[in-house]
Every structure is written in C-alpha cells, then in structure tokens.
C-alpha cells in the first residue's frame, strides 16, 4: 500500500483538475500554455516559470509564455536547440536541473536554480517548462522535481488533449435554404422510384 497523499501532491491534483477542466470547457491549446505556466509556478514556489516551443524555424525554441519577477525580459526571446540548456531538455526529453541558471543564451534570466522539463507526451516533445528559484536559493530538492515531472506530463497530455479537440469540432449545421412558404419534397423510400 502507498503513502498518503502529501500537501504537495493535493495542490498537483488541484492544479491538474482545473486544467481538464479547461480541456473539457472547449479551451484551445494556446489557452491552456498560460495556465500550465502559472500553475507549474505555484506547484514549485518559485518567482518565475515559463514556457518554450519550437519556432517556425526548426532548431529554434522560443519562450512564448513567461510568469512572475521580470518575466517580460525573457518572453519572446530564442534559442538554438543544440546551445542552450533548453534545448538540451527538448532533444534529450529529459529534464535537467541545475544550482544556477546560468545560460549565456538566456540573458535576463535570475542566477537562481532552475528546472528545466520536456513536455513530453511519449509520441513528441512539444516544448519545454522552466521555474526558476530565487538566486542564492537551495536546488530543486528531489521531491519537488519529481512532483513537476508528473505536473509536466499530465499539462502535455492535456495540451495535447486540447488541440484535439478543437480539430475534432463538428463543423457549423447546414442551414436549411429553403424559405417559409417552400416544401421539401419527401425522400423516397426504398423500393419507390
């Protein structure tokens, strides 16, 4: 038998819930990457969190989502895969984690610890999610990680979830052309022609 639930777990299924909520209320994708980035801050208790995709541009990730301290002077910025810690995270689909940020790609980032996670649905890596701790302050302890290594999975899943169900949206019903005073004639049933 497994543990009780912990404090920490409550708060990820809490965050995870309103999440598929979301996905169940109709929110596209893009709505959901702003939510997925509050909660991972919250979840980890951290000053910053943001989220990075693949640019148009194939090696590129760009930070398309940023919440907390100082966040609009990394939104928007990009990055070459193969040089940055981000990009480290996204090919390898692993998450890295490190004491300081210190990545000359990400100028503007705190030199506290940061975690770096793959959303990562098993198929496709589609982007990667960062909190970032106050400079001076302790790593992410293993705990922690591990709890945003499972927030991390489901908010993929459910991003994925999302888009899906908007592409799988039926299209508008037909409108009846006909006008007030026209009928339309019955179709035949079989045998009649």
């Known amino acids: 038998m497994g543990a009780a639930p912990t404090g920490a777990d409550h708060r990820r299924f809490a965050a995870t819930f309103e999440l598929m909520t979301e996905v169940l209320n109709g929110t596209r994708p893009s709505g ?33 989502v940023a919440v907390g301290t100082d966040s609009d002077r990394i939104r928007g910025l990009t990055v070459r895969r193969g ?5 480290r995270a996204f090919s390898s689909r692993r998450a890295l984690s490190a ?29 990667v999610l960062a909190v970032v701790g ?9 705990a922690t990680a591990r709890q945003m290594l499972l927030f991390c999975d489901m908010a993929a899943r459910l991003i994925e979830m999302a888009g899906a169900r908007v592409s799988d949206t039926p299209a508008e019903p037909a409108v009846d052309v006909t006008g007030p005073d026209e009928e339309t004639a019955p179709l035949p049933t079989p045998g009649q022609a």
């Open 134 to 142: 106050q400079p001076g302050a302790q790593p992410f302890s293993p």
């Open 32 to 64: 959901m990457l702003p939510l997925v980035t509050a909660h991972a801050r919250t979840l980890a208790r951290v000053p910053l969190a943001f989220l990075a995709l693949p640019a148009e541009e194939g090696n590129t990730l760009r930070i398309e």
């Open 83 to 87: 040089r940055s810690m981000l990009g």
């Open 99 to 127: 004491r300081i940020a210190a990545d000359q790609t990400l100028i503007g980032l705190p030199a506290g610890p940061i975690l770096i996670l793959p959303l990562e649905t098993g198929e496709a890596t589609r982007g």
